[in-house]
């Protein structure tokens, strides 16, 4: 399989998960996180990470090597708010200077500590700083960056942020995470108005294939239910201009929505250069019948908790798909990359896409082979989606290294490099090799 000339093969990373240097900027919402006890695994934070902020000149080096074109990164904005801007300015260079795009990314969910401790992204002034933040960024790179990323996974940030709290802040009121979502959207709409006209300016969504395990009426409202949360929620305002009414009705319990202001729909209604869509996994669910066990561990991959990340919809139920799985307990199914990459292609006619993430966690082996054959396949839905008229312009694959992974603290690797966490060393896998030979040549060939 051959992919077009002009495809750009990246990695990407984000900045909390790999950069370390935590005392020299101010606190982000995941520090807090990372010291409250039983919140991430074994207590791990992210002070030292990957040391990236000291080894940056050696990934840059090393990402020349495996011949990527492109490097996805996010910019840490409480490391800016403490004037460290400049490591920034000077990554773009070298980047550059080793023939690499830069794609920076302004938030991934590190939420500078002072704004959570205002109320966070429930509230409305959160969307107006991340703006003004958004446009000191532009004044500072966009003379040398065209690839801008507004928000990673804004899902995230709301509901496993603010609904279900497996993630930081970690607050559980369902309320407050569709505010949040909001307002992570509102901050969006903003951003791109910092941003120059003439860049490219996109946002990476995680939108959810959701699969109903039957026809049955209840099965497919549950899909339609889970559809509006995991995806219209934000490709309603961003793609459409507007909310879509089934999630208002849906959540009516919980909120009227009255923190959407006249005229913020179409604020967030910019112009995208891109689309970008992170995709791991896909999502199977049910209507909850008189036999479901509302005590059964939640299976939607997103942590065990009794809050749901869910608001409104408690009668649904997750399954797990059968097959194989990845070490996040993800099942491998790159069918769903396709479908929606198509979804997008017929709902947004000419949107440009890039494949801001996807990647694996298995063991730390640096003989990797499940890793290549889940890239494999992957790739090999994006090429079928190519063929099939989606306008994908890239892969970030994520991720360049094994890093922080939230709540798993490192326990879990995603890297194509694997990194000792003792001594900084960084050692490419197989799969390192394997990706370096496509972005080479742009030939998919059988991994192994
Ligand atoms: O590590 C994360 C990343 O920060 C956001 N997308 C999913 C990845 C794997 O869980």
Known sequence: ??????????????????????????????????RTPGKVHAGDTGDVAA????????????????GLKAYRFSISWPRVLSGGLGFYDRLVDELLAHGIEPCPTLY????PQELEDRGGWPERETAHAFARYAAQVSDALADRVSWWTTLNEPWCSAFLGYASGVHAPGR????????AAHHLNLAHGLAVGALPSSARVGIALNPSAVRALTDSPADLDARRRIDALANRVFTGPLLHGSY????????????????????????????????????????????????????????????STSHSPWPGADSVVFH??????????????????????????REAPGLPLLVTENGA??????????????????LSAIHRALRDGAPVGGYFLWSLLDNFEWSYGYSKRFGIVHVDYGTQVRTPRSSARWYAHLARTGLLRSGG
């Open 1 to 34: 399989m051959t992919f077009p000339g002009d495809f750009l093969w990246g990695a990407a990373t984000a900045a909390f998960q790999i950069e370390g240097g935590a005392q020299a900027r101010d606190a982000s919402i995941w520090d807090t996180f990372c």
């Open 51 to 66: 040391d990236h902020l000291r080894l940056w000149r050696e990934d840059v080096r090393l990402m020349a090597e495996l």
């Open 108 to 111: 991934h969910w590190d939420l």
């Open 172 to 179: 559980t009121s369902p309320a407050d995470s569709l505010r």
């Open 244 to 303: 879509p009414e089934d999630l208002l009705t849906d959540t009516a319990a919980l909120s009227d929505w009255s923190f959407v202001r006249p005229g913020d729909e179409a604020l967030i209604h910019q112009p995208l250069g891109f689309l970008g869509v992170n995709y791991y996994t896909p999502a199977l669910v049910s209507a909850a019948t008189a036999a479901t066990d509302p005590a059964a561990p939640r299976s939607d991959g997103h942590g």
């Open 320 to 345: 797990q798909p059968p097959g194989e799985r990845t070490d996040m307990g993800w099942s491998i199914d790159s069918s769903g990359l396709h479908d929606l990459l198509m979804r997008f292609t």
């Open 361 to 378: 966690a298995f063991a730390p082996d640096l003989h990797d082979p499940p890793r290549i054959a889940y890239l494999e396949a992957h």
